[in-house]
């Protein structure tokens, strides 16, 4: 993938080749009408469940993590919520778009 999703975050002034981006949305509900969840967080965890990072997410519940080739958990904590652990593969020179939907 060379370039974010359609109503994604812009990757403008990112130098994509040179970087393994993990990147997404929040939802609450379906994933059709899901609404975005801002001021959630959203936690990088390495592959033994370690803590590397965290971001909160946007007014639209968009979030970007720049990372090390491989596989990651993000552990996602939202406001009257669950929290939800996605696992995601980052590889230098694509971006891993990852939607996460979290429910009550």
Partial sequence: MCGATEGGLSLDGVNVAKEAVIQGQVLRGGAA???PVPNAYVRLLDRSGEFTA???TSAT???RFFAGDGEWTLR????KAQPVDTRVVAATGSVAEVQVLVTA
């Avoid at 996602?76 to 406001?79: E, K, N, S």
């Fill in 76 to 79: 996602t904590l939202a406001p």
């Fill in 54 to 56: 965290e971001v909160p």
């Fill in 33 to 35: 009408g899901g609404e």
């Fill in 61 to 63: 519940g968009h979030f």
